[in-house]
Each structure stands twice: as C-alpha cells, then as structure tokens.
C-alpha cells in the first residue's frame, strides 16, 4: 500500500507537472502572440485610416493611437521574451517556435523602421509616397510578420492541447497501473483496497472524465474536489488550466468578432474614399471646362461682335445705295442689267449669310455660357429647363437630320441648385441616349412638378440595357462591350450629383424598346 500510494503521488506529480507547463509556459505564450497579432493588425488598420484621413484632429488622434500600439506591442514582445528564456530552460520551447519568432522579430524590426518612414512622409506632406509606400513594401512586410505571427499562434495553441492529451495519456498510464497493483493488494486487505478505491480511483475517474471532455473541446468543465493532497492539488490545476484554456479562446474569439468588424468599418472608409475622390475628379472636370468655356467665349465674342457689326453695316450700306438708285432714277437698263441685278442680288445674300451664321455662334457662344455658368453664384436659382436647352443646342451636330427631340414641358418653379453641375448630368444623358440610337429615331424630355418635387424624364428609342447590367448601371468605370452606355465614370459622376441635391435618380430599360432615365430634384 504504501508502494502503491508513492507510485501514484510521483505519478500525480507528473501530470500536475504537465498541466502546470500548460498555465506556466504554453497558454501564457500563445496569449502574448494572440495579443501581439491582434495589435500588428489594429495598427496596420489605423495606419491606413492614418494615410488617408484628411482631418487634423483626426489625424493627431489617430498618430496618438499607433504610438500607444507601438509600445503595448513591444511591451507584449518583451513578456513573451522573457516566457521564451524560461521555456528554454525547461526545453519546452521547439526549434520551429524559435525560427518562426526570429523571422517575425527581424519583419517587425523592419516594419517599425518603415511605420516612422511612412509617418515622416506624412508629417512633410508627402501623401502619394507614404501611401505607395504603405500599399508597397510596408504591406508586403506587414504580410509575412502576420503569415509568422498565424503559425507562432497556431503552434501555441496545438502545444497546449497536446500538453494537455499528454497529462491525459499519463494519467491512462497511471490509472492501468494502478488498477494492477490494486488488484494485487485486494488479495492482502480487501478492506485496504476498498478504501484507497474510495479515495483515490473515484476523483481520478472524475479527472479522466473531465480530461475526455476537455479534449473533446468542453472548456466549461469544473471538477469539484476540496483539499490540500495531491489529487486537490491536481483539481485546482485542472480547475485552472481549463478556466485559463476557457478565457484565451473567448479572448481569441473576441478579437477575430472585433477585427471583423473593423474591416467591415475599414471597407466603409474605402468606399467612401472612392466616392470622395470620383467627386474630385467630377469638380475637376467642372473647373476645367468653365476656364475652356471662358476662354473660348473671350475669344470668340468679340470677333463675332465686329462680324455682326460689320454685316448690320453692310446691310445698311446696301439699302442706302439701293435707295439712292430709286431716288436718282437710275435707268431701266441699270437697274434691269443682268450683271448688275445678279450682282445685287449675291451681295445682299452674301450680308444675310454672314449676318445669320454669325447670330449662329453667338447663341452657341451664350450656350456655352449658360450650361457652364460661368459669372454667376455656384449655387443659385434657375430653371432647368435653359440648361437642358443649352445641352441640346451644343449637341446639335450629333442630332441633326438623324434623331427628333420631343419636348414636354410644364410650368415648373425655379430650383435651388448647382446650375453647372445639374448641366453635366443633362448633357450625359442625352449624349447617352444620343449614342444608343443606331440610325434615326427620338429623344423625348418630359419635365413636371409634383409632390414638392420637380421631375425630368429623358427617354430615347435605342436599343436598351439588359436587366442584368441595370443593377450595376451606376458603378464606377461601368461599360462592357455591346452596351449602349460606354462613358466611363458618367454615370457614376451623374449618380452623385443627384444624391448631393438629395435627389433621386431611376433609369427604366427594355432591349429593342429603348431606356428612361427619371431625376426627381427637390424644390427646396
């Protein structure tokens, strides 16, 4: 009996032993890379929103946050430091551990020197090299210490449920054992052998039961055994390991719930960067249209002005000279001679000619002005209507002799808006519908008022969108081959100026039948 009950402390010792470098070593490691990788991912997350963020205290916020990250990381580095040294002492620390750790040391060396790179960029306003070079080399850097930091995890991880199957197999090895020397001992005292039985093979039966379920993956299990002997000893380290296994998958599932969601927010940022910049590229357009407008209305209005000028004159002259032969009676023959009339008749139709050609680029010229607005408020009042007829008079040589406009006006009230931003988007659709109608047919514009809102409808009679292209009619870079829309960021740009008016815009579309886009703006 007393073989029997030393065998079985050292042998309990054993397996107290194996759990302790479970809490003592292997959790405690795999919780300090677990923090380590949570942290490198939120601050490759702020480092982005860092990039890209445009506002000051913003910016100052977010710089504050990845210095504090920065410390907790290194800080975390310097405790899993210290558990790797004790680990080695005890040789529970694998060669492959320490390869993994030794690559994600110099990565992180390296990534920390190209973090401070990447601030000072940003410090001095270099915002196109920070961001290649956060998107470059700092995120090829970035991948490999986090490929390093997942397998530094995941073998910790495996470390301490197997430490744990171990405890299990020692503790079967013990129990057979056991069990042989227990038989031998109940032919010497049953009485003896009935008595350890009670004290000794029911807790480890609730030990091997609740080691069962801890590697079937209950972490909940609990076992319930007071006192200050080897088996108590060994139930409050079970009792701990579990509890400590329990706290660091929820952790670990905690932090994969909470960098889930911050991709999501970072993706949200992403999109609303691309809006944002495909706005710029559309205020872009608008200011380099209104300087070529300026310029070509300055250039052109003056000339125009003395050819208008000078025809009125001429006209004038003609008159004059007309009227002078009528009072000074000049001679049948004169006023009948072949060459003379004929000569008459060309100079007067000659004056007609340049008189209306030349009314002819004045009105575009004041087209042009009117659609990009250029000397007015940005946001002002208007009528539509003059920016949809400004559209159409500078589209006037792609809709001669081929396609009729068909104009539903109604008395509509006069809008709050971007006079020049609204133009773009009339223009085009109506170059769209233009583009989509092979040979001749109509282009209907149809505008009424209605509930507090103004609506215009621009139809054409080509050849439609099919349905499964309607629901991405308005990404960005939207075209495909064989489709009537090919324009590029248009639609996108036309998308967006509705929205900034908190407008609405629908488009309605059947192949062979032809396409309606519907804007319904806000009266106030």
Known sequence: MAGVHVYSARKMAEIKAEIDEVTASWLPRAVAISDINFNTANLRIIQLQHAFVTDAARKQKLAITMISLLDEINETRDTYEMLKASSEK??????????????????????????????????????????????????????????????????????SF???????????????????LYIFTLLLSVFIAAGLARSIIGPVQQLQQAAGRVAKGDLAVRLDMPGKDEIGNLAQSFNQMTASLQDANEKTRSQAETLEARNQDLGRTMYQLKRTHNELLMKEKMASLGDLVAGIAHEINNPIGVVISAADVSMRCFDKIESVLEENGATEETKNGSLF??????????????????????????????????????????????????????????????????????????????????????ISLLRNASNAIEGSGTIGIKTFAKENHIHVQISDTGKGIPQD??????????????????????????????????????????????????????IK
């Open 341 to 426: 009339s004929k000569a008459l008749k060309i100079l007067k139709d000659n004056i007609k000619v340049t008189s209306l050609a030349g009314d002819r680029i004045a009105t575009i010229v004041k087209s042009l002005k009117n659609f990009a607005r250029l000397d007015e408020a940005e946001y002002q009042k208007v009528d539509i209507h003059e920016g949809i007829n400004s559209g159409l008079t500078l589209l006037g040589t792609e809709l001669t002799n081929r396609i009729k406009i068909k104009k539903e006006y109604s008395d509509i009230p006069r809008i709050e808006c971007y006079p020049g931003q609204l133009n773009q988007v009339f």
């Open 469 to 522: 292209r309607l629901k991405r009619i308005f990404d960005f870079g939207f075209s495909a081959d064989g489709s009537r829309v090919k324009m590029g960021s248009g639609l996108t740009t036309a998308y967006s100026i509705i929205q900034k008016h908190n407008g609405e815009i629908k488009v309605k579309s059947k192949v062979g039948k032809g396409t309606t886009f519907s804007i319904a703006l806000p």
């Open 162 to 180: 197997d430490a744990a199957k171990r405890a299990d197999m020692t503790y079967q090895s013990t129990h057979r054992i056991m069990i042989s």
């Open 90 to 159: 005890r040789k529970l620390y694998s060669e492959n551990e320490d390869k993994l750790y030794s690559e994600f040391d110099q990565q992180w060396d390296r990534y920390q020197d190209l973090s401070l790179t990447i601030f000072q960029l940003i410090r001095e306003n270099e915002h196109a090299a920070a961001v290649a070079l956060l998107n470059g080399e700092a995120q090829d850097v970035f991948n490999d210490l986090s490929a390093d930091l997942s397998e530094l995890v995941s073998i910790n991880k495996q470390d």
